[in-house]
Antibody, heavy 120, light 111 residues
């Protein structure tokens, strides 16, 4: 069965860095778009970044552009998010999600999330 | 702030029909398909509807979606207690450099 397991979250000071990982299993990872989506405590969902199956196409939300970098290693079935210059407003649960092309991309499987807390 | 607007809350008694609206613009809903996600308390979101009105395997047929112009709707017929959750519409926005946008979210309460 499809599984997405995030790791790497934790407490970091403002201005610091953190690298999130998402281990995928149960499907052919290299066939799918992948994305990071976050949810601040008590708030709604916010899309963060997206990477195509080959890694050749990448998009970022304006709120993280220039600070976050998405990448993937298809040989290791893994998705990553390098987060630099972290701010208090980046505090959130970060989910990795699989993008399925139904003729438009929808995120059909999600991990359980990893909490990132940015605080001094 | 989100570019897709939903009512903050909706409610109904068991067995009733509840409808949630999602209002966007020509650059998002008007030109792309709409997806809906359900988030039960304390859990990760789950895909509920894709391509405006399609249900993934395992989603009960009492959930239905529709789209018209720059708006979309999610209907829950025969409301059940386990439907109490947050619901989000979402789509791509061509004016935001490939961004995927979520709605503001609607909390459904079963009275």
């Amino acid at each position: 069965q499809v599984q997405l397991v995030e790791s790497g979250g934790g407490l970091v000071k403002p201005g610091g860095s953190l690298r999130l990982s998402c281990a995928a299993s149960g499907f052919t990872f290299s066939d799918y778009y992948m994305s990071w989506i976050r949810q601040a405590p008590g708030k709604g969902l916010e899309w963060v970044s997206y990477i195509s199956s080959s890694g050749s196409t990448i998009y970022y939300a304006d709120s993280v552009k220039g600070r976050f970098t998405i990448s993937r290693d298809n040989a290791k079935n893994s998705l990553y998010l390098q987060m630099n210059s972290l701010r208090a407003e980046d505090t959130a649960v970060f989910y990795c999600a699989r993008g399925h092309d139904y003729g438009g991309i929808a995120f059909d499987y999600w991990g359980q999330g990893t909490l990132v807390t940015v605080s001094s | 702030q989100s570019v897709l607007t939903q009512p903050p809350s909706a409610s109904g008694t068991p067995g009733q029909r509840v409808t949630i609206s999602c209002s966007g613009s020509s650059s998002n809903i008007g030109s792309n398909t709409v997806n809906w996600y359900q988030q039960l308390p304390g859990t990760a979101p789950k895909l509920l509807i894709y391509s405006n009105n399609q249900r993934p395997s395992g989603v009960p047929d009492r959930f239905s979606g529709s789209k018209s112009g720059t708006s979309a709707s999610l209907a829950i017929s025969g409301l059940q207690s386990e439907d109490e959750a947050d619901y989000y519409c979402a789509t791509w926005d061509g004016s935001l450099n490939g961004s995927y946008v979520f709605g503001t979210g609607t909390k459904v309460t079963v009275l």
